[in-house]
């Protein structure tokens, strides 16, 4: 290998995830070739990982995800910009919207508006989807 194509081998294992050494060449395996392909044995083990990571996948963040996009709509629509930039919503789970908030007092700010009014427009407004807000206090991660 030429000297100005050398790396430090902490910075090279470091690039290489999804990349396997042949010789002086790196073979790149997609991510979904990696999940799905059982029949290569190049790619069995890993394979097999997917069995268990698209199920749960699934489960915890894409059909929450689908769950939560037309009530972030809503949020982010009725809720004043003040506390929607201390806010994020964690969840909705059997009606029950959970949202964590940058500190206590960004909370009792917030459940006072649930109390004047915001949370009868947020049942209304989601058709039903929403029944209840749990909020709790929790670092905010950008």
């Known amino acids: 290998m030429p000297p ?3 790396k430090s081998s902490a910075t090279r294992s470091s690039e290489i995830s999804n990349l396997e050494m042949q010789g002086d060449r790196l073979k790149v395996f997609s991510l979904q070739n ?3 392909n059982k029949k290569s044995p190049e790619t ?7 069995d268990v990571l698209l199920p749960w996948f699934e489960k ?4 929450p995800a689908r769950q939560l996009g037309p009530v972030t709509e809503l ?5 004043p910009p003040q506390l929607l930039s201390r806010s994020r ?3 909705l789970s059997r009606g029950i919207l959970s949202v964590a908030l940058d500190s206590a007092t960004t909370r009792a700010e917030l459940e ?3 109390r004047s009014g915001l949370l009868r427009q947020l049942q209304t407004e989601s058709r ?3 029944f209840k807000i749990k909020t709790c206090v929790q670092p905010l991660t950008p």
């Open 4 to 6: 100005h194509h050398k």
């Open 34 to 36: 990696l999940l799905t």
């Open 44 to 50: 069995r083990a890993t394979a097999r990982l997917g």
């Open 60 to 63: 915890n963040v894409a059909k």
């Open 75 to 79: 949020w982010q629509t009725l809720v």
């Open 89 to 91: 919503l964690l969840g």
């Open 112 to 114: 006072a508006r649930l």
């Open 128 to 130: 039903g989807i929403i």
